[in-house]
C-alpha cells in the first residue's frame, strides 16, 4: 500500500515513516509537496481535509495529511490552527514560542495548562475507492500539559521545548524522541488511523 503524505514539513514525514512503517511494514509513505492548497479552515480537520483532498486530487493516489498545533486553556485555544505561524509567515519555530512564553508571562500554574493536536485526513480517490465515491477519514490525537515557564530540551521541533506533557516534569524536546513518538498527540492519532488504514489496505 503506497500513501502520500501532504506536507512541507520534514519532520511530519520522518515521523509517519518511522511509525507507521513499523506498525505497517507494508506501508510506503511518500513525501508529497506539490501545489499547497490555500489553508482556509477553522479548524484543524478542515485543514487536514484540504491538504490531503488536493494531494489525492493531484496524485491520484490514497493521500494523507496532518494539521496539528498547540492549544492553550487561557488563551481560548490559541494558537490551536494558527500554530506555525503564530509569530507571522515565515517567522519561525523559535518566534513562535518565545512569542507564545511572553502572552503567558504573567500566568502562573495551574493556568498555564495546554495540549498538543493532531488530526490526520485520509483520502481515497474515487477511481480507488470501491464505491466509486470518495472516501474521507478523519481521527483526531490531544496530548494534554502545560506551557513551561522557559524552553528546554534539544529534540523536535515546533513548541516542544515549552511544552511539558502532563505526568512528565520535563519538555517534550527533552524526552527522546522514540519516547514523544510513543505518547506524543501524533501516536494517538495514529492509533486511531492504523485501523482506518487497515480497512482501506484490504479493499
Ligand atoms: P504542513 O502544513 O506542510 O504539514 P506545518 O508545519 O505548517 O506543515 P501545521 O500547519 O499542521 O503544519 O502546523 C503545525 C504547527 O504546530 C507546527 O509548525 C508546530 O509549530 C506545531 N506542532 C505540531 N506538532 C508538533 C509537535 O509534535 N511538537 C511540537 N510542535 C508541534
Known amino acids: 500500500l503506497e500513501v502520500v503524505l501532504a506536507t512541507h514539513n520534514a519532520h511530519k514525514v520522518a515521523e509517519f515513516q518511522r511509525i507507521l512503517g513499523e506498525r505497517m511494514p507494508q506501508l510506503r509513505v511518500l513525501a508529497y509537496d506539490g501545489p499547497e492548497p490555500v489553508e482556509d479552515g477553522t479548524s484543524f480537520a478542515a485543514n487536514a481535509l484540504i491538504k490531503a483532498r488536493a494531494a489525492a486530487e493531484h496524485t491520484g493516489r490514497i493521500a494523507l495529511a496532518d494539521d496539528s498545533g498547540i492549544a492553550v486553556d487561557v488563551m481560548g485555544g490559541s494558537p490551536?490552527?494558527?500554530?506555525?505561524?503564530?509569530?507571522?509567515?515565515?517567522?519561525?519555530?523559535?518566534?513562535?514560542?518565545t512569542l507564545l512564553l511572553a502572552q503567558l508571562a504573567d500566568v502562573r500554574r495551574p493556568n498555564r495548562a495546554a495540549s498538543f493536536h493532531c488530526t490526520i485526513a485520509l483520502v481515497v480517490p474515487a477511481a480507488l475507492a470501491d464505491t466509486g465515491e470518495p472516501v474521507e477519514i478523519v481521527v483526531d490525537g490531544t496530548w494534554p500539559g502545560q506551557v513551561a515557564y522557559e524552553p528546554r530540551g534539544s529534540h523536535g521541533f515546533g513548541y516542544d521545548p515549552v511544552f511539558e506533557p502532563e505526568g512528565h516534569e520535563i519538555t517534550a524536546a527533552e524526552l527522546l524522541p522514540e519516547q514523544k513518538n510513543a505518547i506524543s498527540h501524533r501516536a494517538r492519532a495514529f492509533e486511531a488511523l492504523i485501523p482506518e488504514l487497515e480497512r482501506v489496505a484490504a479493499t
Open 80 to 97: 490551536g490552527i494558527f500554530s506555525a505561524r503564530w509569530a507571522g509567515h515565515g517567522a519561525g519555530d523559535e518566534a513562535n514560542r
